[in-house]
């Protein structure tokens, strides 16, 4: 695998994250798979390659590749605003985070506990997904930027939602900052649109 599919992997967890983000605000609805991949994102520790980080295959960041095609196209008729938006502004924490060795270290510490909840109760059980939410809203969530949310309030008033949603944005800043480990810089979306697609195509037919 090239060192450019492997940080479009990477970004394709961000932008996973932020439709799943969306998909929760709007409809209260994802699949278990979806969820799992990007918690248990949260917790490899030294993967071999990026896959191994998704948990061996990207079927479940298709949905961030086509998200994120669709910001690369700029075509209006088929971007997707509010991911596109949740993905930037996890791109933009997760350039605070860098700078803050102490919630870094939280964060370094707080993952252990979830990981030995995931052992006891499973990946996707309430308890986990609360504990990753509430370490986000711990940490990244008193950052000076914040990632407003948009949605149907009925969905978002749901505690349990709101747990989702703040793990999965701890689970797409984790990716954002995977990218840049793997060299992944703002200005290729901009500068190397047309390379990054000639390899996200057949990524996303797999």
Known sequence: MSPLQEQLI???GVFQAAVLVDR??????????????????LLVRDPKNTLEVFGGDDLNLRDGYRALVS??????????????RYALSMLGLERQLAKRGEM?????????????????????????????????????STLRQRIQVHGDMRQLQQPSNASKIRA???A???????????????????VSRRKLLRELYPMMRG
């Open 10 to 12: 990477a970004l394709g």
């Open 24 to 41: 929760i605000a709007k409809t209260g609805q994802i699949s278990e798979a979806s969820l799992g991949c990007m918690l248990g994102s």
């Open 71 to 84: 910001a690369l196209e700029r075509d209006p008729n088929t971007l997707q605003r509010e991911p596109l």
């Open 104 to 140: 870094l270290d939280m964060i370094g510490k707080r993952l252990p506990q979830i990981q030995s909840q995931v052992e006891h109760f499973g990946l996707v059980h309430e308890n986990v997904i609360a504990a990753s939410g509430a370490l986000y809203q711990d940490t990244l």
């Open 168 to 170: 999965l944005l701890l």
């Open 172 to 190: 797409g800043i984790r990716s954002a900052r995977l990218w840049r480990q793997l060299g992944g810089h703002r200005w290729q979306l901009v």
